[in-house]
Structures are given as C-alpha cells and as structure tokens.
C-alpha cells in the first residue's frame, strides 16, 4: 500500500525535479548571455574610437594619377574600418610644402605622408631605390623585391632612424622617354640636348653627353615652347596629356629608361602608428597595397586610352629611342649608380640587394614576360 501511494508520486517527484533543473539551465543560460552582452557593448566602446589623421602629399590636391593614389588610399581605409579612421589628404603647400612631406611626418605634424621616396635623395640617399633607378626594375619586379625579395625590410630599416613607416602605395608602370623638340636618329643627336630630366636620370644624361637642366613642372609647358629646352621627361600618356604638353613638343619618345617602374609611397609616423588597435594597423597596410595595384591598373587603362587620343587627335609622333642611345643610357646607368652606391653604407647594401634581384628577375622575365611579349606580336 505505502509502495503503491510512493509510486503514486514518482510523476510528481520527477515534474519538481525537471522544473528545478530547467530553472537552473535557464538562470545559466542568461546568466551566460548576459555577460556576452557586456563582452558585445564592451567591443562597441572600442569600436567608437576614431582616428582623424592628416595626410600630407607632394602633389597637387586631386592631380590626375599621381594625386588620385593618396585619395584611393584614404577612401579605402575610411571604408574598411567603417569610417573608424579618417584621413584628409592635403595637396602640396596646403600644409607643407611638397618637399616638406617626409620631415612633417617624421616630426609628427602630420601622421601620414604620400609621395616618392627619390624625392628625399638628399637626406637618405638609399632612398632612391624605393622608387625607380635608371634600367631599374619595372612595377612588377619592384613588388616582387619589396614584398618577397627582402627590399621592404630593407627600406624600413632605411627609414627606421627617422620614426617612419614605408609601406608601397602606387606605381607609375613603364614611363615614357620623354616629349622631343629635337629628333634622335643616332648617338650623336644627345650630344647637348637640353632636357628637363631630374634625379640619378639627370645624372646619366649627363654622362651620355646632354645637359641635364631642373625646372619645377609647372614651367614645362612654356619652357618647351620658348626653347629653353630641348625636351623634358614627365610621365606617361594619361599625366602628360592633362598637362597639355603635346601642344608644344613635336615627338613623344619612348621607352622610359629612366623611371622603368616608379613606386610611390605611403609614410606612417611610427607613434601614430602605434596608437592604432592591430585591426587598424592591418588596414592601413591593407589600404596602401590597394592603392599600389589600383594606381597600376587605372594608369595600363589610362595611358592606353591617352596615347591613342594624342596620335588620332592631337597629330603626335610617335617615335623609339634607338638602340645605341639605349645602350649608351643603359652602360652610364651602370656607371652613374655603382658610383652612388659608394654614398654610404646602407645605399650600398641595398644596391647590393636590389642590383643581385635585377640580375635573378631578369633571367626569369626572358623566358617568361618578355617571351611571352615577344611571341604575342609575332
Ligand atoms: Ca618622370
């Protein structure tokens, strides 16, 4: 009987005992899910934390190409952090002057600089190969040494001394030789040729028997058409066309020996840097490869579009610089640089290193890239 009402409540006994323990899973469970709200409103504190930073640039605001790879950069980081790190880029002069760009970030009075590594010859002479050197690598080679050949550690140890960070943001492609009043049938048409050509190019001219002569770019145009020139380098067709230097130079030559691949860069002062989250830091590395390819692909499209628009339009001549004053060019290159290579240690060791990755990509690139070149226009 006693078994019989016992068993009576065994129904009971277990609805009790599940009630108690759902009650237990279930003060556990919000319990839980509470503290992973916290966890949750705790990461979107962090995440309301905004970085607005200036970006000086050795360009003029919005210049076409050139000017539009520090915009690409900030767009795109604006966007990959959700607005979390905002940049206003300053053209040259509105902050600093162009060639104030590396000492600004450097000094912190901007956190973020763009332009071209060669511009700071004179106070980093190493410099140089971070952009572009006569017979130099092209856009392809250079992103290979840089990011897989050992010429990025060495370029952020080059800049280490001076709190900056380098990082590749755009790349120019092959440049053309330059816009000729002057027409260059042999070797001995260089001889006195007074162009406009800056840097170790300038240099090598030089030795190749012209006259290298600096003037800013914003006295091209009249320079060329008054005859205090002969000629002078820019960049390709997209940036040469909206400078309009086709209206007062009658050849356009090629190939751009001097400037085989120019790599522009992005500059972080290293506290600012620092400050940034790791998930920051990762998209301000992310955005500056964006910028490097992007500027890349606008300029293969652009320029292609451009040289087209000057020949049917504009009535320009085309014309390729001969092979003795390529070849010329090429050997006082090699003079010219194994003795800038003597400035100091550091230019030596990267000489070193960017001369022996020339060496190994090129025997590459002749069965490769300039074979397959050569068989598509057989
Ligand atoms: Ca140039």
């Known amino acids: 009987m006693r078994n019989a009402v016992n068993r009576d409540y065994y129904p009971l006994v277990i609805l009790v005992l599940l009630a108690v ?212 380098e820019w960049v390709a067709p997209y940036n040469d066309l909206a400078l309009g230097l086709h209206e007062v130079a009658q050849y356009y030559y090629y190939p751009g020996w001097h400037e085989p691949g120019s790599t522009l860069e992005v500059i972080v002062n290293k506290q600012a840097y620092e400050s940034l989250p790791q998930d920051l830091q990762a998209m301000v590395r992310a955005s500056a490869t964006f910028a490097n390819q992007d500027m890349l692909d606008e300029y293969t499209a652009r320029n292609n579009a451009a040289l087209k628009d000057m020949i049917d339009n504009h009535g320009v001549q085309l014309r390729r610089l001969p092979d003795d004053v390529l070849r010329k060019l090429k050997q006082s290159s090699e003079i010219v640089l194994d003795e800038y290579a003597k400035s100091d240690p550091m230019t030596a060791k990267v000489y070193q290193s960017f001369k022996a990755f020339k060496e190994s990509v090129t025997q590459y690139h002749h069965i490769s890239e300039q074979a397959y070149i050569n068989a598509r226009d057989l």
Do not use: C
């Open 21 to 232: 323990l759902v009650a237990v899973i279930g003060s556990w469970v919000v319990e839980r899910s509470g503290s992973q709200k916290v966890e949750l409103r705790e990461g979107a504190l962090g995440a309301q934390q905004q970085y607005r930073w200036k970006m000086v640039t050795t360009w003029p605001k919005n210049l076409p190409g050139l000017g539009r790879a520090p915009e690409t950069f900030a767009k795109k980081l604006k966007e990959m952090s959700n607005g979390r790190i905002d940049i206003r880029v300053y053209g040259a002069g509105e902050i600093v002057p162009a060639m104030g760009v590396f000492d600004a970030v450097s000094e912190g009075i901007a956190e973020i600089g763009h332009g071209a590594a060669y511009y700071w010859k004179g106070k980093v002479p190493a410099a140089v190969f971070f952009t572009t050197v006569p017979f130099g690598l092209n856009a392809q080679e250079m992103n290979g040494w840089l990011n897989y050949g050992g010429g990025m550690e060495l370029w952020q140890e080059v800049y280490a001394p001076f709190d900056l960070l380098p990082l590749a943001g755009g790349n120019t492609g092959v440049q053309m030789a330059g816009w000729f009043n002057k027409e260059i049938n042999s070797l001995q048409d260089m001889q006195g040729l007074k162009m406009r050509i800056p840097g170790i190019g300038g240099e090598v001219l030089n030795q190749a028997g012209g006259t290298a002569v600096t003037i800013p770019g914003g006295e091209l145009y009249t320079s060329l058409q008054t005859g205090v020139i002969d000629a002078t």
